[in-house]
């Protein structure tokens, strides 16, 4: 059987996740409708503005449709807006004045929480699952994880010591966008993750 891992693509950078997956080998569906979702092994939620991506949720009938994706142990990965939007919780400040979540991962975060010298950056961060070398993480108006529940493992961190890659159970979000460098070895991991959870099923 093939693996089709979805992208979602109501708005954001989900044409660089497709071609990720292209550059793998692997069929990646653009995911507009929760018909899209039959067959999907796996999705990814691009990074973007995750108050339009939100509501555009909402608008297309998609929320429970993930939910319920989420429910059946198929993996979900979240960059940037991607984490937001899977998170349980937006620090009130930072939250727009509506902003629909999915809430499926048991973290806390802070919206554009590096001060604007810091909007963009690029650094080495070591992702736990991905070994040597370092992967170059871009980080654009990204987003800080406050604080994360007694089951989420953090899988890189800033040298500061910020979270910035998590996982739990099969929800993953990173603050940063592996789709953006020509490393392909987070979305590999991904796709791998997607693998065995469909031999299982
Ligand atoms: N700042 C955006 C938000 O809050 C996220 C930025 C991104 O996805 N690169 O939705």
Redesign the pocket.
């Known amino acids: 059987m093939t693996l089709v891992i979805g992208v979602l693509a109501l708005q ?1 950078d989900f044409a660089e996740h497709l071609a990720a997956l292209q550059r793998l080998g692997v069929e990646g569906r653009d995911v507009h409708r929760p018909a899209d979702l039959a067959g999907v092994a796996g999705l990814i939620i691009p ?5 339009t991506i939100g509501r555009l949720l909402e608008r297309w009938e998609l929320v429970e449709p993930i939910r319920a994706f989420a429910q059946s142990g198929r993996p979900i990965w979240g960059t ?2 991607g984490l ?1 939007l899977l998170a349980r919780e937006v620090v009130a400040e930072t939250r727009a004045r509506y902003q629909p979540l999915l809430g499926l991962l048991d973290v806390v975060v802070r ?2 929480a590096f001060g604007s010298q810091r909007e963009s950056f690029e650094c080495d961060v070591l992702v736990e699952p991905l070994g040597l070398p370092p992967l170059r993480a871009v980080f ?4 800080l994880v406050e604080t994360v529940g007694p089951t989420v493992e953090v899988l890189a961190r800033l040298p500061d010591g910020a979270p910035v890659a998590v996982k739990q159970g099969h929800l993953i979000g990173t603050a940063f ?1 592996p789709e953006l460098t020509d490393d392909l070895r987070f979305h590999q991991w991904f796709c791998s993750l997607a693998t065995k959870t469909a031999n299982i099923q």
């Open positions: 954001g990074g973007g503005e995750s108050t940037c807006a937001i919206r554009n654009i108006r990204a987003p966008h």
